[in-house]
């Protein structure tokens, strides 16, 4: 391979002058797609990535190249794109295998570089189909793959609509109906609450082995439904009941819809609707019946053994009243979901507790005929699979213990081995995850210990969650419910008594994120909270530096939402995650770090998530690194809990926040770019004040940090402008508003605002404009040596010491921990910088602020760690 004198393959050079073609041919003439420059060791794909050359990725990875090479600084090509905003080239890598969450050198991920929340939360998502592809085509090749037929009913709906009568119903054959007929059978069976999720597979007459799942319609076991709902060949039964009134029909059926959409990204799932107790429907009071003469008429169905059954029915039963409601509630639901779930067109109004009627036939149909579809387009079951799939019954009842389905890992491994010898336990791994995608077996990876296999979800569904989250179940039922309610391992004990491992259900209920402990004895079970935050939780301040900063996460469209799992998650991931433990309420949360508050909120309609942040002593740095963790995670328990909820990501008022107004209220990022573009304020649409867009927007960037000194030392703005209009960064209008501004010094406060808000890109064209035209200038935002510092040899030297110490910081972090001159959460701090350069920076900003002793330390870590280093801080 030839290397030219400046150390790149002319790969490389095609590549950097961005000529293509020539690129092409190289490749086609068997260049080494893996060749890498001997400058940082990057390769062509480096190169293409960083360019945003899609295309030419694409044809790099498919002659060989490797999407996660690294080069000396450990970065790979996905972080190249990400860090110049390339969005289409980002998401090719991730599909072809490039991991989201690589580190380089200092511990930066192209997940860290996202642009915002969505787009991290996108690439999360297409990472997870990617990798999921993979490994089903992975087992394919290596095992091959077996048609199993399996077909899931999912049921759904509000308390007492009928969910477990109609599953009963489901399953009875001719003898039970013949049964139900005799005079004097009563049908009705007394409301027995379905605790969790009710898991059975059995044989429907008339269709099939189907494994029907009946999910619980009180809304505390909604807590932990979302861990169920996303499913393959699966149709989605949602039930309401016709004796409600249209209103609450449509909600309550609505409420379901979004909630199947929010667990089913990547799929359009069947749904059908069933509207029950039509038995209880007043012919003469509906005003939908039609009052036509009835004769009897003739209707045949199978009994799913091949028995032929003849019903008489009477024409009335089709004409039923309440069916042109129903009829508008699949109308309505079909036209609002159209996008996003397959909803059938038949209307169907019954009885549930009837095994052998007409719309319970049209119910069967339907399922069959999905069924058909749904299976037709199955995909083979990787063959181990299949294997473990079959031994699961007879595992579960001899190789666990009765009340508790569970395997740990080793013995797993084992029993696998007895009849797969060969078999590597990372191929065990990918096998038992499909599994687990496809819901028949639960598979837990705690990081601490070993896997865990529940064999049967519905164990985990009705006999865990159920006692766990139902009222009257829990110990904790008689107090009040508030943040400081926690509940005992002894208690936890009591309520599970014939489970013998109380430790690994312990270990199950963390892992699903249900509880939180701070000391292993006691649990905080956010899902069981019952008050809703009082205001005087978050109350005025009279500091005069109070600054307020706040982002607010809504659903997209009517037809997303926050699945019921999603908030308890958010707190306890907060507990587990803050360093300060934070106060809790069902519907709230308040954190405190440093000298910053932090607050999440949920709206009453659970439509939207307010994040706000606020420091009494200004402290703008701090208040963006809370706003940061909170977003992200939130963003995170989003991907885990409703991966298909859609999104809008806003900026909340300052000003309103500032009032501590009842509610909150915010705008849109496009409003916010527009009112950037125009000037720098922004009036609030409802609320008709204005503020300025830069006192919104908590970014603190070079530009903001050391905009005084900038002002003072730019002078002429022109020669700057120029080049940043023919870079594309400013448009005439922005060039107009500079030249309006009278003095030269507030020419240049509106260049570095109109640069500062159109984002990344046009802040690093200006850094490299302004290298050429002022150097003097350039090197003060880039190292941050500031005015009249320049005594200060951590100041003087700081361009330098940057450069060198950004290879080393994690090591001189470690020495400085262990002497005890930096805390644990400063080196967090430290680390929680994007890039290596501000790493560190915020470590001269922090040891320069300690003082003498310090800079001693620092000095002698320096000595050992990179000894020409130590004379520049001397
Ligand atoms: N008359 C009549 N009664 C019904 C019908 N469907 C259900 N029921 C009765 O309504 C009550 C509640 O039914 P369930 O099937 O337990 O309700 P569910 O939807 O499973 O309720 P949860 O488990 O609490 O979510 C029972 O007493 C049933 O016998 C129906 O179509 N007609």
């Known amino acids: 391979m030839a290397i030219n004198s400046i150390q790149f393959t002319p790969l490389h050079r095609a590549i950097t002058g961005g000529h293509t073609e020539t690129c092409e041919l190289l490749i086609r003439s068997g260049s080494d797609v893996k060749a890498v420059d001997d400058e940082d060791q990057s390769t062509a794909l480096h190169e293409a990535a960083a360019q945003g050359l899609t295309g030419t990725c694409e044809r790099l990875i498919l002659s060989g190249a490797d999407v996660m090479a690294i080069d000396t600084y450990q970065e790979t090509p996905l972080h190249h794109a990400a860090d110049r905003g390339h969005a289409g080239t980002c998401e090719l890598l991730i599909r072809e295998g490039a991991d989201v969450n690589a580190k380089d050198q200092m511990g930066t991920t192209p997940l860290d570089q996202a642009p915002d929340q969505e787009t991290r939360r996108h690439w999360k998502n297409l990472e ?95 807590v932990t439904h979302s861990m169920f709902m996303d499913a393959e060949n699966t149709v989605f039964i949602v039930l309401y009941s016709i004796l409600d009134d249209s209103e609450t029909q449509e909600k309550q059926v609505h409420w379901w819809l979004c909630f199947i959409k929010s667990c089913n990204p990547n799929r359009r799932p069947d749904v059908i609707l069933v509207a029950s107790h039509a038995d209880k429907v007043e012919p003469t009071t509906a005003a939908d019946h039609t009052s036509s003469p009835h004769p009897l008429v003739s209707s045949h169905c199978s009994d799913g053994l091949g028995t032929q059954v003849t019903f008489n029915i009477p024409q009335q039963v089709l004409d039923k009243p309440g069916r042109r409601r129903a009829a508008r509630v699949v109308q309505a639901m079909q036209a609002e979901f159209k996008d996003h779930l397959r909803i059938a067109d038949e209307v169907i109004l019954m009885d549930c507790r009837k095994t052998r009627t007409l719309e319970m036939d049209k119910l069967k149909s339907l399922l069959v005929r999905i069924s058909e579809a749904l299976l037709h387009h199955q995909r083979d079951m990787p063959r181990l699979s299949a294997k473990i799939m079959k031994r699961l019954p007879k595992w579960s009842e001899s190789k666990t213990s009765p009340k508790c389905p569970v395997m740990m890992w080793p013995d797993y491994v084992s029993e696998v081995k007895a009849f797969n010898r060969h078999v590597t336990e990372d191929f065990l791994d990918k096998s038992t995850r499909f599994l687990h995608h496809l819901g028949e077996v639960l598979f837990i990876t705690p990081a601490t210990s070993d896997h865990i ?45 014939d489970v013998a491992d109380v430790d690994l259900l312990i270990t199950l209920l963390q892992e699903f994120q249900l509880c939180h402990s701070y000391n292993g004895r006691e649990f905080i079970f956010p899902g069981l909270l019952m008050q809703t935050m009082p205001p005087d939780k978050w109350q005025l301040t009279q500091e005069p530096k109070v600054v307020y900063f706040g982002k607010q996460v809504q659903c997209a469209d009517s037809t997303d939402m926050f699945s019921s799992g999603f908030f308890p998650r958010v707190q306890t991931r907060l507990m587990r995650g803050l360093e300060n433990r934070p106060l809790l309420w069902r519907d709230g949360a308040k954190c405190a770090d440093r000298n910053v508050e932090g607050l999440i909120k949920l709206s009453p309609d659970g439509r939207e998530v307010n994040i706000c942040v ?104 022109e020669p700057i402008l120029d080049r940043l209009l023919s870079r594309g960064i400013l448009g005439d209008e922005d060039r107009d508003c500079i030249r309006a501004k009278e003095t030269p010094q507030d020419k240049t406060r509106e260049l570095l605002d109109i640069v500062g808000r159109k984002g990344e890109r046009a802040s690093r064209v200006f850094k490299a404009i302004l290298e050429q035209v002022h150097p003097h200038a ?80 620092f000095k002698e870590v320096l000595e050992e760690v990179s000894p020409h280093l130590a004379e520049m801080v001397a």
Not at 179 to 203: A, E, M, W, Y
Not at 471 to 483: A, C, G, V
Not at 782 to 802: A, F, H, M, T, W
């Open 128 to 222: 997870k189909q990617a990798k999921q592809e993979r490994s089903y085509h992975e087992l394919l090749q290596q095992s091959g793959g077996v048609k199993v037929n399996r077909f899931k009913v999912f049921v759904g709906g509000k308390e007492t609509t009928g969910k477990s009568t109609l599953k009963r119903s489901l399953n009875k054959g001719l003898l039970s109906a013949l049964i139900q007929r005799l005079p004097g059978r009563s049908v009705d069976k007394p409301h027995d609450p379905t605790p969790g999720v009710d898991i059975g597979t059995f044989h429907v007459p008339g269709v099939g082995e189907v494994s029907v799942w009946d999910f619980a319609g009180q809304s505390e076991y909604a």
């Open 453 to 497: 296999l529940v064999l049967k979800p519905n164990w985990l569904g009705t006999d865990v969650f159920g006692p766990i989250m139902a009222p009257d179940n829990f110990p904790i039922s008689h107090r009040l419910r508030t943040s400081r309610d926690f509940v005992t391992r002894a208690e936890i004990q009591e309520v599970f008594q």
């Open 614 to 717: 606020r420091s009494a002593q200004g402290d703008k740095v701090q208040c963006g690194k809370m706003l940061q963790q909170l977003e992200n995670i939130i963003a995170d328990v989003l991907d885990e809990c409703s991966p298909g909820t859609g999104t809008v990501e806003k900026v909340l008022s300052a000003r309103a926040l500032k009032e501590h107004r009842e509610e909150f209220y915010s705008y849109g990022k496009k409003e916010i770019s527009k009112a950037a573009s125009e000037g720098d304020t922004i009036v609030h649409p409802t609320l008709g004040f204005t503020e300025q867009v830069s006192d919104l927007l908590c970014v603190v960037t070079p530009l903001t940090r050391y905009r005084p000194e900038l002002v003072k030392a730019l002078g002429r703005v």
């Open 778 to 857: 350039a090197e003060m935002i880039k190292e941050g040596r500031l005015c009249g510092e320049d005594e200060d040899p951590l100041i003087k030297n700081r361009p330098q010491l940057v450069q060198e110490l950004k290879y080393v910081v994690e090591p001189i972090l470690t020495h400085l921990l262990s002497r005890g001159i930096l805390s644990d959460e400063e080196c967090d701090i430290i680390k929680a910088n994007r890039t290596r350069h501000d790493k560190a920076r915020e470590l001269l900003d922090i040891v320069g602020r300690k003082g003498k002793v310090a800079r001693q330390v």
